[in-house]
């Protein structure tokens, strides 16, 4: 598989005046080219409009020296000063639950060693998931029985410099299994005992929690939860470290503590704090995942803001990655003059044997006090980030079943696949089976990107090529903007356009949307399954969401019991319409089916004959059979369907103007609505798999229509424009901007 | 639990006929047996340069090992869908496909 010029903005969206940072890695030496193009269709598909850019001038566009920049992946925890200094004798104590000790290499739970020099000491998990000393040059010590997956262990590594013995300990807790729930191992170790194990202060590298060091870099990084890792500044026997172990509280104030971390604290932020009193405080990296069950979470409480003590838990994946930190090629200034648009940094490097190509999406939005058009497109950034860079043909065991088709990777899929490093979507399973809660947008994300599968991003620009060709005058906003300022992004403008699929939502985006309803704003809804999922922003580092999958819904994976509040924000994570805000009541329709063989047809229904929806269907037939083309599926109602339920808080009165409901078996109902298995789910038998397009007035003159179909944005370019999709979204958008109130 | 009769070609030449569906209840179920479970291991189907190319392959081990092209080049997502079939029935019944 060929390499790849790979890219990524520290942003997504930009004000003209303002500075965009491009961080390029690029796989062969020599130089790469640089242009800024205004994107209009993404889609080079054999069946789509074709790919669509228009040149901008501007100074980026030259030649810059290529370079390649390396991704490190898996977090850890370091010390602002190295940590505790190991002196003499000293003991690590730890609660851990690993989740791959069978990995098969390394991980390391707490310790000095420094792989490069290999000095220092790390309680690690050897390569056949034992646990095991890692003392300087010496052979690896290690217990004879592996750790269980999945189980609590307190563990233990106590090194007695004047005996000159070390001595590995495990207790699993919560023993049910043959033997003793007790290893034990010790060594002798010949003097002098410091030189041979090379610790000491001044040997070995920054302590640190869940890697170990690799000269600049780090290694080892180790997959499960660790709570409550102390160090004790003297050897200490079993009885002292079970009364230790079993009592973080006495760990902090025990004699000899050099450090006592409490996860518990701080669980919204990157600190560590060291509870001893010692201030050896550090900093998460690369985002493991906080607010994890501890060894003492007794079930008593879910909401880890009302029992941090039980939440004291962190879990470490070698594959977790939050920003990849590469150095800035070269800066863009958004000019003051710019139009609001969707643009691209697109580079450019012939290679000896290849050509490569990348682009880096940037959203310019209009700037402050710059006059608003009347029509906005909303594009559904959260949701990428939610996407960003998924592996779900690898990660699920269900998705071709799912999906109805046989895997078909693309080249950007396959890459993913054969390229371990880029952080993982919020659809992935870690590398230990864990489900990914964090997704970043800092680093390369293949799957957003012009020329790619047309989902999400690609997709969207089906609606900008069609708004182009329409000559429609519209800003782009993006959802990273709507979570910063909320109802004030959207107030000034009269018709707001969601992409194809806005499913992920924070509350202050969600209140932003149904206030500007609620304000005389107009919505137009090009897509399906949207406003489905509760996610929050981190409240201080950038361009990162997390999601938990609490309870029920569509479930890449399943949020562990007592797991579903968010750490960013301490909210419950999980489907909106479990919490009382279903999408039916934003936009009249919410998910109710999908499917991913073919898409489907609508057909007017008689409320599409009422006064009110006539304006919809000027130039369209009474027995017209709408969208029965596109480019996603063959049909413009598919993929991902939504249905209008007064019970869920479709509006009482709301028009279901026209609907599908021609779906094949491959459609399955959404899991969340049946509350027992049975067996008429499918488009075949089931009638709830219809899409419904709604249209329903909302307070003060304004407005909300509903496609209810992510395949409705690939149906707008059949036959140059000129169909039936396409006259169905240009009367509503022009109605839709058209100051006149709507009556309610 | 629905068994794959390893003889039936009328099921596999209603899939050639049409891969993309609808489908007989009966070739639904067969689907559905062919797909269960993780891809790792069986033949999947890569696109490239800009859909106008399929071939089979399968993965690696795990990620981060590289997938293994195999077979012809494919013209279209059709001819593709049709390769995997076949392999898929091989992979599963231990039988070749029936159907050419």
Redesign the interface.
């Not at chain 1, 109805?404 to 080249?411: D, H, N, R, S």
């Not at chain 1, 696949?417 to 371990?420: C, I, K, L, R």
């Given at each position: 598989?060929a390499e790849r010029l790979l890219a990524y903005a520290d942003r997504i969206s930009a004000a003209p005046g303002e500075r965009v940072e491009i961080k390029v890695s690029a796989p062969e030496g020599g130089e790469y080219n640089a242009k800024l193009v205004r994107l209009i269709c993404g889609d080079?598909?054999?069946h789509g409009p074709g790919f669509k850019a228009e040149d901008i001038k501007s100074p980026i566009a030259k030649s810059y020296p290529a370079r390649l920049q390396p991704i490190h992946a898996g977090s850890h925890i370091e010390f602002r000063k190295g940590g505790p200094q190991l002196a003499g004798s000293f003991t690590f104590i730890a609660m851990v639950w690993p989740t791959l000790p069978l990995k098969g290499a390394p991980q390391a739970i707490m310790g000095n060693f420094d792989a490069a020099n290999r000095s220092g000491c790390s309680l690690t998990v050897d390569g056949s998931g034992r646990l095991a000393a890692q003392l300087g040059d010496s052979p690896l010590l290690h217990l004879d029985k592996p750790l269980l997956d999945r189980h609590w262990y307190l563990v233990s590594l106590a090194f007695d410099a004047s005996a000159g013995t070390i001595t590995l300990r495990q207790r699993v807790l919560n023993h049910r299994g043959p033997g003793n729930a007790v290893s034990e191992a010790a060594r002798r170790l010949e003097p002098p005992v410091a030189e041979i194990a090379r610790t000491g202060a001044g040997v070995g590298g920054p302590f640190r929690i869940a890697a170990w060091s690799a000269g600049e870099q780090t290694g080892a990084h180790y997959n499960g939860k660790i709570d409550s890792p102390a160090v004790i500044g003297r050897a200490l026997d079993a009885e002292a470290i079970e009364k230790l172990g079993l009592d973080a509280k006495a760990a902090r104030t025990a004699s000899g503590v050099l450090a006592a971390w409490d996860f518990g604290r701080g669980i919204s932020g990157i600190a560590i704090e060291d509870a001893s009193g010692n201030g050896h405080d550090g900093r998460i990296v690369n985002l493991p995942a906080r607010a994890m069950k501890g060894w003492n979470w007794d079930g008593s409480e879910y909401d880890w803001t009302k029992a941090p003590d039980q939440y004291a838990a962190i879990h470490f994946h070698d594959d977790d990655l939050y920003d990849c930190g590469w150095e800035t090629d070269f800066s863009w200034d958004v000019p003051k003059d710019l139009k609001s648009g969707v643009y691209c940094v697109q580079l450019s490097q012939k290679g000896k044997t290849d050509a490569y190509e990348e682009f880096v999406p940037i959203c310019v939005r209009p700037g402050p006090g710059q006059k608003r058009k009347a029509l906005a497109l909303l594009i559904p950034s959260a949701s990428y980030w939610a996407y960003a860079n998924h592996?779900m043909?690898?990660s699920?065991?269900f998705?071709?079943?799912s999906m109805?088709?046989?895997?078909?990777?693309?080249?950007a899929d396959?890459y993913l696949?054969?390229?371990?490093g880029f952080g993982l979507s919020t659809y992935d399973l870690h590398?230990d089976g864990s489900g990914v809660c964090y997704s970043s947008s800092l680093r390369p994300v293949l799957n957003m990107r012009p020329?790619s599968h047309l989902w999400q991003f690609n997709a969207d620009t089906h609606i900008t090529d069609w708004l182009e060709a329409q000559k429609l005058d519209y800003d782009v906003i993006t959802d990273d903007d709507l979570e910063r300022e909320g109802l004030d992004l959207l107030k000034d403008y009269r018709c707001v356009l969601t992409g194809t699929h806005p499913e992920y939502y924070t509350l202050k985006m969600l209140d932003a949307v149904q206030g500007f309803t609620d304000l005389g704003g107009r919505l137009v809804y090009l897509g399906a399954n949207g406003f489905y999922w509760r996610i929050a922003y981190h409240p201080e580092l950038p361009g990162v969401i997390e999601h938990r999958r609490a309870e029920d819904g569509m479930r890449g994976w399943i949020s562990e019991g007592g797991e579903y509040y968010m750490s960013f924000t301490g909210e419950l994570g999980g489907l909106w319409r479990r919490m009382d805000r279903a999408p039916q009541i934003v936009c009249g329709a919410g998910f109710t089916a999908q499917g991913f063989?073919?898409a489907s047809h609508y057909l007017r229904r008689p409320e599409s004959f009422d006064p009110r929806a006539a304006f919809i269907f000027e130039g369209v037939g009474k027995d017209e059979v709408i969208g029965d083309f596109g480019i996603v599926g063959g049909g413009a109602a598919g993929w991902e369907i939504d249905r209008a339920d007064t019970a869920l808080g479709t509006p009482r009165h709301a028009l279901i103007v026209a609907e599908a409901t021609e779906f094949?078996?491959?459609y399955h109902w959404v899991k969340e609505e049946f509350n027992h298995t049975h067996s008429a789910i499918d488009g075949d038998t089931c009638p709830m798999i219809r899409c419904d397009m709604v249209f329903f007035e909302t307070p003060k003159g304004g407005a909300v229509f509903s496609t209810s179909s992510i395949s409705w944005a690939g149906a707008l370019s059949h036959n140059g424009y000129d169909n039936n999709v396409s006259r169905i979204t240009a009367n509503v958008v022009k109605r839709f901007i058209d100051p006149k109130p709507f009556e309610l | 639990m629905y068994r794959i009769d390893p003889a039936r070609a009328d099921l596999a030449r209603e899939y050639k006929a049409r891969p993309s569906g609808p489908h007989s209840a009966e070739l639904q179920k067969l689907l559905l047996i062919l797909r269960w479970g993780s891809a790792r291991g069986k033949t999947v189907i890569l696109s490239s340069k800009s859909e106008s190319q399929w071939r089979l392959a399968k993965f690696g081990p795990k990620r981060g090992t590289p997938m293994q092209e195999y077979g012809p080049t494919y013209k279209s997502a059709t001819e593709a869908s049709w390769a995997c079939f076949r392999a898929r029935w091989l992979e599963t019944t231990g039988h070749d496909c029936p159907v050419e």
């Open positions: 598989m080079d598909s054999p592996q043909p690898s699920w065991t998705n071709e079943t109805g088709v046989f895997e078909t990777m693309t080249e396959r696949e054969e390229h371990v590398s020329k063989d073919s094949s078996a491959a | -």
